[in-house]
């Protein structure tokens, strides 16, 4: 079987990478060619001393999208009477689009995925954008390994040159202009002169006109000079490095007043347009589009047109008002969803993480292996979108640098086994109000300062000094992260507890977990954490933790103690609750149960009057009683 012909063809000997002065050094130089949309930009960028040619004075090279490529790489081994598709609908990655290809006598350059115009809304980010071209230049300058040169083809467009990271634009051509970027060594020209130095495939499956597949590269975006020159966003005020270096924002500007709606409880058509006309707000309108969206669906008929057309509309007004909250909105309803998703969660799955889509506070899907992107797709919209709109998208960017920092920065993946995008937004919320910017939704930031957050969590640097415990036991529970040896101190409680752990309704059965596995051991970890996922809430989760250390603390000063009924880590900590309590003379008969919890999470871990203390009395009281032991007999202290 050769569906690909290879047969037919013969190898194609590489010639040695030469320049002027002979072999070219093993430092890869990235080419960097610059085209502008339209006329009217590589003029005005003329005026900043930035050379750029247009998609027609390229000729005969063609220039298009990295969807295009996609479409064409569809006939890759495609064959009607062995009935293969070809290659599925995956996008090309930054090293399949940093070369020319030779395509039915045509030369063809493509540019990155992330650039393409029916990418996920994260590419409006200019100054993620930059990020990410930095991020995709070191890619090709370790990873290139054919002959010749690789070649970066950059499209600007309007929006880049009005926004209001222009300047950050500036300094990057700047950068090239010199030859190197962030350690990267570049050469900035004419696409032309780089056709002789550039690596050139050649695709000799291909039946379709590829010149036709790509219509959008040469419609220039609309330029809105007056409404976009140094136009900041209302929620651009709030500088993410002052947010997370401890500096405090400066207040938003006065919102329009109007009345608190709660969208899960509107169901009439006419009260949800009545309300539609009463503000002006966007994220209030789309919401309200929301639930006629998913309650009737998107062809759904308004006095102002199809549901599906009126949200198109406002999605294109926020992303000319940089509204990043409504954006999120209408990418949601709009189904809209990032290429390079199932990669980012196969990167995390690979190392052993499990994935947990899902909204805070309602059911989670777990993923423990890599899903195709429809399958993905399905989860976001059929379980996230119908709790909460935004999160649909939120957690898709959240996907995306997750998958970049488990790549870049493992360590800070360090205690963590699985995770909950539902519970990470709750952390990434709670280290946002810690900075003095409670008016502030995380959804109202910019994809950039999303990551930045995210950053920040993972590594614990923002305001360690000023997290209470409280804080801390929020942060760590939400993270789902537990400290080292944690597996092993479980296992350890296990082996004393015959009849195992339970937490509400789960049970972590002593066999056949402990006879099968190791702590280290993949099954054995994840029953663990099913287990912990029973938690209604961080700090409960946490606090069940620190009392799975105590106990191991417990069994390993009294190995002699076996506790043949199962353990109730609830009512373990709900006794230590009520030790607590009582000691620190509280309401106990006017407090209800989660009351009492959440002082119990604000008090200092250690000490002799601290959280361990009553747990291990707790436990001491329960479980020797329990076995009809002498309690004075053990070590308790």
Avoid at 162 to 175: P, T, V, Y
Wanted: aromatic share 8%; charged share 20%; hydrophobic share 40%.
């Amino acid at each position: 079987m050769d569906p690909l012909g290879r047969h037919r063809s013969t190898p194609m000997v590489y010639p040695m990478r030469q320049d002027g002065c002979g072999i070219v050094e093993k430092n890869t130089v990235v080419q960097i060619s610059l085209i502008a949309e339209s006329n009217q930009l590589q003029t005005r960028l003329a005026t900043f001393g930035i050379a750029t040619q247009t998609v027609l004075q390229v000729e005969p090279i063609f220039v298009l999208q990295q969807s295009s490529l996609v479409e064409v790489f569809k006939e890759l081994g495609a064959d009607m009477k062995l009935g293969l598709s070809g290659r599925p609908s995956r996008p090309r990655g930054t090293l399949g689009t940093s070369m020319v290809y030779q395509i039915k006598g045509d030369a063809m350059v493509f540019t990155p995925l992330f650039l393409d115009q029916t990418d996920f809304y994260m590419s409006l980010d200019m100054h993620l954008l930059i990020d990410v071209i930095k991020d995709s230049l070191r890619f090709i300058h370790t990873n290139w390994k054919k002959p010749k040169r690789p070649l970066m083809v950059l499209l600007l467009r309007a929006n880049h040159v009005w926004g209001k990271h222009f300047q950050e634009l500036l300094e990057m051509i700047s950068a090239f202009k010199q030859g190197n970027w962030d350690g990267v060594p570049v050469k900035l020209g004419r696409l032309q002169q780089f056709m002789a130095t550039s690596f050139v495939e050649h695709l000799d499956f291909v039946q379709q006109d590829v010149r036709k597949l790509d219509e959008r590269l040469i419609t220039p975006t609309p330029s809105h000079p007056t409404s976009m020159h140094h136009r900041v966003s209302r929620h651009s005020l709030y500088n993410p490095v002052r947010m997370l270096s401890g500096q405090r924002s400066p207040p938003p500007p006065p919102a329009e007043p109007e009345e608190e709606i709660d969208y899960d409880k509107l169901y009439d058509t006419d009260d949800i347009m009545e309300y539609y006309e009463g503000t002006t707000v966007l994220s209030t309108r789309l919401m309200l589009l929301s639930r006629l969206f998913l309650c009737h669906g998107p062809g759904f008929d308004t006095p102002i047109g199809p549901v599906l057309d009126v949200v198109k509309a406002l999605y294109s007004q926020a992303i000319n008002d940089e509204d990043w909250y409504s954006i999120r909105i209408g990418a949601s309803l709009l189904s809209k969803t990032v290429d390079s998703l199932a990669p980012s969660i196969t990167l995390m799955v690979a190392v052993n993480r499990q994935v947990c889509l899902g909204v805070f506070g309602h059911a989670e899907h777990v993923i423990s292996e890599p899903l195709p992107p429809a399958a993905i797709q399905t989860v976001l919209f059929n379980s996230v979108r119908p709790h909460k709109v935004a999160d649909a998208s939120l957690q898709q960017e959240l996907v995306i640098f997750l998958g970049n920092c488990v790549t870049n920065q493992p360590e800070l993946f360090e205690g963590m086994q699985r995770i909950r995008l539902g519970w990470l937004i709750q952390a990434m919320s709670d280290e946002l109000n810690m900075t003095g910017n409670e008016s502030v939704s995380i959804y109202q930031l910019a994809p950039s300062a999303i990551k930045q957050l995210l950053v920040a969590v993972l590594s614990s640097r923002s305001q360690k000094a000023e997290r209470t415990c409280m804080q801390q036991r929020r942060r760590e529970g939400s993270l789902n992260r537990v400290p080292a040896q944690f597996y092993e101190r479980v296992l350890q409680v296990l082996l004393h507890c015959q009849g195992g752990l339970s937490l509400h309704s789960h049970t972590l059965p002593q066999e056949p977990l402990v006879q099968d596995n190791k702590p280290q051991d993949k099954s054995f970890i994840l029953c663990v954490e099913e287990l912990l996922s029973q938690s209604r809430s961080p700090e409960y989760r946490q606090l069940i933790v620190e009392l799975l250390g105590v106990l191991a603390s417990f069994f390993q000063r009294n190995s002699e103690v076996v506790v043949k009924v199962t353990v109730s880590l609830d009512k373990l900590l709900t006794d230590a609750v009520t030790l607590f309590a009582t000691e620190n003379h509280l309401d106990v008969e006017n407090m209800s149960t989660d009351a009492l919890t959440t002082d119990f999470a604000k008090a200092y871990p250690y000490g002799n009057h601290g959280t361990a203390s009553f747990m291990l009395r707790a436990a001491g009281y329960y479980l020797l009683h329990s076995q009809d032991c002498d309690i004075s007999r053990c070590i308790v202290n």
